[in-house]
């Protein structure tokens, strides 16, 4: 059964998350883009705070602009984005040597690689030869998302049918699978069929429904039963991550 992530600014969102119920934390700040890296200040206070309750995820940004890792201590899991990275046919290479590097200073931490959707737009990799690169490096997780925010939801720019189709070679390789972008309860509901591992928030946990807003927990709530199959979910919980 798929499980709920909620993308945190702060330890007051990450309080609210937990509180409606979701499995997984992930720090980012969504001022700064799709995957939008957070201070270092912030994502300690939430790894403190949330204290092993659940797992703990962050966003390092764009591979093009923060390469860096800058310490992981207490992470779970962490991601960098492939924008902009599409015509370089060294980001393989790229992405792997941050990796190793953040993996030298906290080995228990997750390499989380990132296909966008919208990859023409990105000027990214396509997701198939980002599903090909996890494979290669014997990682285990995969976030489908999309680099634009602009309203537009993962099933704008990838068909249903192509969505459980990639979800289905993560099965078969062995690799968990999140799905992201502007997720409301209506793509939710139709991207259960694709059976990923997680379904990835921010927008549609927020009051109003805006990413710019704060996680509220009643919103998390929500989207937690429908994401277990739960009846009776209000229908106006919109918006993704």
């Known amino acids: 059964m798929a499980e709920l992530l909620v993308s945190v600014r702060s330890v007051a969102e990450a309080a609210a998350a937990i509180d409606g119920g979701a499995a997984v934390i992930d720090v980012k700040e969504p001022a700064n883009g799709s995957l939008g890296r957070a201070s270092d200040e912030a994502v300690a206070a939430v790894v403190r705070f949330v204290a092993g309750r659940r797992p703990v995820s962050a966003a390092l940004g764009e591979l093009r602009e923060e390469p860096a890792p800058r310490g992981g201590a207490g992470l779970d899991f962490v991601k960098w984005g492939l924008a902009g990275c599409g015509d370089n046919p060294a980001w393989g290479g790229r992405l792997s040597a941050a990796a190793a590097q953040l993996r030298r200073a906290t080995p228990q931490c997750q390499m989380v690689a990132v296909a966008y959707a919208d990859w023409q737009r990105a000027r990214a990799p396509e997701p198939a030869a980002v599903l090909d690169f996890v494979r290669g490096q014997g990682w285990q997780t995969v976030l ?98």
Request: charge should be positive; hydrophobic fraction near 40%.
């Open 144 to 241: 489908i998302d999309t680099w634009g925010k602009n309203g537009q939801t993962l099933l704008d720019w990838m068909p249903l049918e192509e969505v459980a189709r990639l979800c289905r070679r993560c099965r078969a390789a062995g690799v968990r699978v999140a799905l992201a972008g502007s997720l409301g309860l209506a793509e939710i509901g139709r991207l259960r069929a694709a059976a990923p591992d997680w379904f990835a928030v921010r927008s549609a946990a927020c009051r109003g429904g805006q990413r710019g807003q704060a996680v509220c927990p009643q919103r998390v709530r929500h989207l937690a039963r429908l994401i277990r199959g739960a009846a009776g979910v209000p229908s106006g919980t919109s918006g993704g991550s």
